[in-house]
């Protein structure tokens, strides 16, 4: 979308978990033994492949994600750091980032993983209430993962937790008081998320049957506003739908796909974008390994993406953010006219010069703006 080229973002995805949730996408890669060297040895060809196809530029971020990065030998971890920046070289203050869960165990590698690079962390302690907890099916409890959040507080520069609100029968004073309570523990970083039915899930199977009540949109929304309002008191104010961070503690990775800028992704069922083509790995571990071993790449597909198909995804994800989407770097942006006419007199939506940003009023919204807004 522009000529000049942004720090470049590199997603490590592990799939293997040590037990299911009711998220993972992984369930079934659950695995009690992993042949390490291979897997090391495998995620240095594939990160090899995308630096290959993505020459010249620098990192700006790294992210493990996926099913539990912690429990990734620190070795793997610093492997790939050290190919990473041998491939691309980092911006200075390049962001590192793992997600972890808030278990004892997780939390008891946590000085390895900073020290083999890592200065960010990613906590999904997901709620402060132990029958929260259960309903969400995790396996920590409130006093296991706040143990967790303080060690990762004394092990990484920079820590991130998120919380799920919005749950069956828990009042907006119910959340204010949590939410204060987490604000409490001094982060420079939440990820704040309403609980939402997706298919597929537990949750939506609990629906159908009658077992889960959808949370009321109305007090839904009072939620959201009063989350906002809490978050910028405390100086964490949202700068992305349903993330808030001190000034300078935003996410840079996820701002990289916020923003729509190139990012590389590798491992088992990553995607990535560069230069205006969709790549996705195979999602099965075996697969991915086998053509690891035919290519020397895990890739399954890559896909161009035309002129229409990248303005769609850059307004879809850069309308979640507070500063919204600067409409000069979306040739021919895909937007209905009229439907952005009627939403700026409803103040739902601005615009500030070339820039079209997402109101207050319009975020608890936001799914409805896009659909109204972006032509598919």
């Known amino acids: 979308m522009t000529d000049t080229a942004p720090p470049l973002a590199l997603y490590v995805h592990w799939p293997f978990c040590v037990s299911k949730c009711p998220y993972c996408d992984f369930n079934s890669h659950v695995r009690e033994r992993v042949d390490q060297a291979a897997w090391r040895s495998a995620m240095l060809a594939d990160l090899a492949h995308e630096a290959a196809a993505l020459p010249g530029r620098r990192l700006g971020s790294i992210f493990f994600g996926g099913g539990t990065p912690s429990l990734m030998p620190p070795e793997t971890v610093a492997a790939v750091i050290a190919a990473a920046e041998r491939h691309w070289g980092f911006e200075p203050g390049i962001e590192i980032t793992l997600e972890a869960n808030p278990s004892s165990v997780e939390a008891a590698r946590f000085a390895d993983i900073a020290a083999a690079g890592v200065n960010r962390v990613s906590l999904g302690l997901q709620a402060l209430d132990d029958d929260a907890l259960r309903f969400l099916g995790r396996a920590h409890g409130v006093d296991e993962g706040l143990a967790a959040l303080d060690t990762a507080q004394r092990a990484f520069d920079r820590v991130s937790f998120d919380l799920i609100y919005a749950r069956p029968d828990q009042s907006q004073a119910d959340w204010e008081a949590e939410l204060r309570r987490a604000l409490s523990f001094g982060t420079e970083h939440l990820s704040l998320y309403q609980l939402t039915i997706e298919p597929g899930t537990r949750f939506a199977t609990l629906f159908e049957k009658g077992e889960l009540k959808a949370y009321d949109p109305d007090q839904a929304a009072d939620l959201f506003e009063a989350t906002r309002v809490l978050t910028a008191e405390a100086g ?141």
Do not use: C, F
């Open 236 to 376: 964490l104010p949202a700068y992305e739908v349903s993330n808030h961070a001190r000034p300078g503690a935003e996410s840079r990775h996820n701002l990289t796909y916020w923003r729509y800028t190139d990012y590389a992704g590798i491992g088992p069922g990553a995607h990535g974008r560069r230069g205006g083509t969709a790549t996705v790995r195979h999602k099965k571990p075996e697969n991915w390994l086998a053509a690891i071993d035919r290519n020397q790449h895990g890739m399954q597909t890559e896909e161009p993406l035309d002129r229409h198909d990248r303005g769609v995804e850059a307004l879809v994800m850069g309308l979640r953010l507070a500063e919204g989407v600067d409409l000069d770097r979306i040739p021919d942006a895909p937007l209905d006219a009229k439907a952005a006419a009627l939403l700026e007199k409803q103040g739902l939506v601005k615009r500030e010069g070339s820039r079209l940003v997402v109101t207050d009023a319009g975020m608890p919204v936001l799914e409805a703006i896009l659909r109204e807004l972006v032509v598919t």
